[in-house]
């Protein structure tokens, strides 16, 4: 069994940054990550990074603003958020048991996280 933890969140002007945090426990998968739902929409994947190959992915709209990272000795994966927009303001989760690939999928991935609240303010 796999635990997740995620930290980081708040509130954020437009412009700001934030460093989302997901510590793991249990079993290591290679595969993480990071999801998003705001309010009315579906869960999206934003972000995903394989642990031992070191590959990432990301959404067209994260694309040069998030960096995902992995401190395996620390068993934590990062998501560095930099010039927020409003329109990034969502629950994230993190997530694992599920292949990180081009379009990280919901359906996909087996074992999620409580969620942190993003909240970005114009």
């Known amino acids: 069994e796999v635990q997740l933890a995620e930290s980081g969140g708040g509130l954020v002007q437009a412009g700001g940054s934030l460093r989302l945090s997901c510590a793991t426990s249990?079993?290591?998968?290679?595969?993480y990550g990071w999801f998003r739902q705001a309010p009315g929409k579906e869960r999206e994947g934003v972000s995903c990074i394989n642990r031992s190959d070191g590959v990432r992915y990301y959404a067209d709209s994260v694309k040069g603003r998030f960096t995902i990272s992995s401190d395996n000795a620390k068993n934590t994966v990062y998501l560095q958020m930099n010039n927020l927009k409003p329109e990034d303001t969502a629950v994230y989760y993190c997530?694992?048991?599920?292949?990180?690939?081009?379009?990280?999928?919901?359906?996909?991935?087996?074992?999620w996280g409580q969620g942190t609240q993003v909240t970005v303010s114009s």
């Open positions: 249990g079993f290591n998968f290679d595969d």
């Open positions: 997530a694992t048991d599920g292949p990180c690939g081009p379009i990280p999928t919901e359906s996909d991935f087996g074992s």
